[in-house]
């Protein structure tokens, strides 16, 4: 540890408090999960239906694409309903209109003020109540049984084809008879029924549904908590004070006076020859940029769902390419080929932190981890298929085929051998990085050590997906699917993405190793200390208590903090292109990585934080406010880091390779305007319309098909095509560059099987 000690202390003391503070409120999302009740019976004790039903319907939903065919809990896709507003407000108006007809003989509609105002007492009363008997039964009246069926009829009649909801269907971007067995749509119904139940009933002891009041829902006073409002106050006051700190620190606590180290007359990373392994790289090369264009393309094809829920420019696909499917596998694709980007740039590091050779059948283990990686991606979107077209058996959907959850959508038998794969990387990589670490040199260690440990992370977290299982509780299953999606994206791979770029520039010679040290460590401190309980905050309202809720919303609002100096970052890398001539070579790159700093600000700190506060995600859970987040930072922050570690992998393993300027200034400006278009004329304003709906009327509203088919919006959808074709632009663009340079015979060798530097 040396001169770091102190460093290294507050990093691992801060992951030993921060996994236990995530451990700990982990424990209590076990404990208090919404109960699935044995039996569901009426107030006279007729069965309706039993747990096991419903656990039935939860895989009936996973079949047909879960996540990506409306959403649950406010957690999937934006074009469906969320089905548990949806069904629980269905479901009040028809009790209300019940009640009217029985006790005034007209329909609620037509009644005064005040007796509705005395029905939606009752409602309310009958409603919050829990309702689960010490058998842990669930009693509902028999009115509610009544409308609990009359809403599960249109449910059923709205997933299979029945001819008078086919224009819904249409709107909802479903296809016709979306789940072909009556007994499944029957188990689907139960399955919704109970969130909206966990959405309605408080729990025991308490005034606030299981749900923490969510979603907005006027006719039973779901509104904000006041431990909602209290807790949005206090992630404000943590951010400023985060914000000040960090200030104060860089001012006082940073060691400004460290000048640059000379540059190199010659690139030192040319110094040694191209390994076997590095030059077998091309090819993950080549799979990033296919997987980006086919990512590319079927995300243009999906948003244009949004406009045409079954039809392409007229032309009827959604039979085989509904939209559950192609948004499944935009999200997939991107996934895939985003990893791919960081798998490469780790192993061309790790043999020339071997002293530039390979570990003994190194090229091997890259072509079989490539060949791997084929596998899984190919044969999780076939069987993505193939579960959404039901032509696997049921009880094989989940294993081979689609998993229902957003982001981990391939089969369990994927997901295996996609952790398999990740593993065998790690193992790949140790062999390069290990000789060095413990290696006596008497250099400073304190880096690598820092790249070694992140890459352990990221080998063995991804296996966090795998402690959920078909039917586990929907709050569990989402408490381990955030590991996945936030902690092992947004924490591990951000630390090693730093780390690796530190890396690279002190191994150039144009930073310190000490300061690339000291600031690598300290960015991996801060995104630590936001991160790991950082996880709670997407899960406000996913069936978690109220400490879940203030950790989430304490400890997030610090994930904004060190995104404020991404500016000096992003100076401080662009400024490094002028240190030696021969930094020209990796304009390109350079380009990327700045690119990252301002959609990190932009796509993770602004829009991020706009939907991160309770207060701000109660009414906006859902709404396309989340796409702006998403697309921003999933793409402009990871999409833009993958991209530079290729080119920057490609200038190396193609020494000869002249960068062409015309085709990287499309992409640049194709890219960045293509989201910039995206973000500014389409999704942002259709989310902010909503979000007025939802604040107003409720999320049921806000996800209505009235409401969405509003021709302002579907203007707004429209519209969004001049953005997408912008970006396709940019993607063609820079995939077209990395083409010709992987297959490109002239930029291939150079002379002695050297890496080329320029040095005039």
């Known amino acids: 540890m040396g001169r770091y000690k102190k460093h290294w202390f507050s990093l691992i003391g801060l992951c030993i408090v921060m996994f236990s503070l995530l451990g700990y409120f982990g424990a209590d999302i076990y404990r208090s999960a919404p109960p699935v009740p044995t039996q569901v019976v009426t107030d006279s004790g007729k069965p309706l239906f039993t747990g096991e039903d419903i656990l039935d319907g939860q895989t009936a939903w996973q079949s047909v694409g879960g996540m990506q065919l ?28 019940l009640a009217a007809k029985s006790q005034f003989g007209k329909p609620y509609a037509e009644l005064g003020a005040g007796p509705q105002g005395a029905l939606r007492a009752e409602l309310k009363a009958e409603y919050r109540g829990d309702g689960v008997d010490a058998q842990n039964r669930l009693v509902v009246s028999e009115r509610r049984a009544e409308a609990m069926a009359q809403t599960a009829d249109y449910y059923q009649r ?25 007994q499944r749509r029957q188990q689907l119904s139960h399955f919704f029924f109970w969130t909206a139940w966990a959405a309605s009933a408080e729990r025991p002891d308490s005034h606030i549904t299981y749900t923490n ?57 040319t110094r040694f020859a191209l390994t076997p392994s590095q030059r077998a790289l091309g090819k993950y090369l080549f799979l990033v940029v296919g997987l980006f264009v086919f990512q590319v393309f079927i995300g243009g094809f999906t948003a244009h769902y949004t406009v045409e829920g079954q039809r392409f ?10 939209y559950a499917l192609t948004r499944t596998w935009h999200i997939q694709a991107a996934l895939f080929w985003i990893a791919t980007g960081f798998l490469a740039v780790g192993l061309f590091l790790a043999p020339i932190i071997n002293g530039g050779q390979d570990p003994k059948y190194q090229k091997l283990g890259v072509d079989i981890l490539f060949w791997a990686l084929v596998v899984v991606c190919v044969g999780s979107f076939i069987g993505n298929y193939l579960a959404i077209a039901h032509k696997l058996p049921a009880e094989w959907s ?41 290696k006596k040199s008497g250099e400073d260690k304190n880096l690598l050590a820092l790249l070694t440990a992140s890459v352990g992370a990221i080998g063995l977290f991804y296996g ?43 191994s150039m010679g144009l930073v310190s190793r000490s300061m690339a040290t000291s600031a690598s460590l300290a960015s991996a401190s801060l995104f630590m200390l936001g991160g790991i309980p950082g996880t709670f905050h997407h899960l406000y309202f996913a069936g978690t208590t109220t400490p879940v809720m203030a950790v989430g919303a304490a400890f997030s609002a610090l994930e904004v903090v060190p995104l404020i ?74 999409g833009f880091l993958a991209l530079g570690f290729t080119l920057l992998v490609l200038r190396y393993i193609r020494p000869n390779l002249v960068f062409s300027e015309r085709l990287m200034k499309t992409a640049f400006w194709g890219l960045n305007g293509g989201l910039v278009l995206m973000i500014v004329t389409s999704l942002l304003p259709i989310g902010l319309i909503q979000f007025g709906a939802s604040v107003s009327e409720g999320l049921w509203w806000a996800r209505s098909e009235e409401f969405m088919q509003q021709p302002l919006l579907q203007t707004l959808r429209w519209v969004r095509t ?39």
């Open 565 to 638: 100096v991404l500016g000096h970052e992003a100076w401080s890398q662009w400024r490094l292109k002028s240190r030696a001539p021969w930094m020209e070579n990796l304009k390109w790159p350079l380009v990327a990585f700045v690119t990252v700093a301002f959609w990190n600000m932009l796509g993770a700190g602004v829009f991020g934080f706009m939907i991160n506060p309770p207060i701000s995600l109660y009414y906006i859970q859902g709404l396309n406010t989340t796409p702006v987040h998403a697309h921003a930072a999933l793409f402009g922050v990871y």
């Open 158 to 182: 709205l997933f299979s084809a029945d001819p008078s909801l086919q224009k819904s269907r249409e709107h909802f971007a479903m296809k016709e008879d979306t789940l072909p067995s009556a």
């Open 722 to 760: 001049y953005g997408d074709v912008v970006f396709i632009v940019g993607a063609l663009a820079i995939a077209w560059q990395v083409v010709l340079g992987v297959f490109q015979r002239d930029a291939l060798d150079a002379p002695q099987g050297r890496l080329q530097g320029a040095t005039s």
């Open 464 to 506: 966090a997906g795998l402690f959920y299982g078909e039917r586990t509780n929907l709050s569990i299953m989402e408490y381990w699917r955030w590991w996945v999606v936030h902690l092992w994206v947004e924490g591990f791979f951000e630390v090693f993405a730093t780390t690796a770029l530190a890396f690279v520039f002190s």
């Open 398 to 438: 989940f294993w081979l085929g689609h998993q229902g959850y957003e982001f981990v959508d391939l089969g369990r038998l994927w997901q295996i051998l996609k952790w398999v794969g990740i593993l065998f990387w790690l193992v790949l990589m140790l062999r390069g990085v290990t000789p060095a670490l413990f």
């Open 313 to 322: 420019y007229g032309i009827d696909v959604s039979q085989w390419f509904p």
């Open 70 to 97: 409306g959403s649950i809990w406010g957690h999937g896709a934006y074009q469906a309903p969320d089905w548990t507003a949806d069904w629980l407000h269905r479901e009040l108006t028809a009790w209300l209109d």
């Open 213 to 269: 009041n969510w979603p907005h829902e006027p006719l039973i006073d779901n509104v904000p908590s006041s431990e909602n409002v209290v807790w949005s106050v206090v992630s404000l006051v943590v951010l400023l004070a985060g914000v000040g700190f960090l200030v104060w620190g860089w001012s006082f606590l940073g060691k400004h006076d460290e000048s640059d180290p000379v540059a190199p007359a010659r690139d030192p990373l």
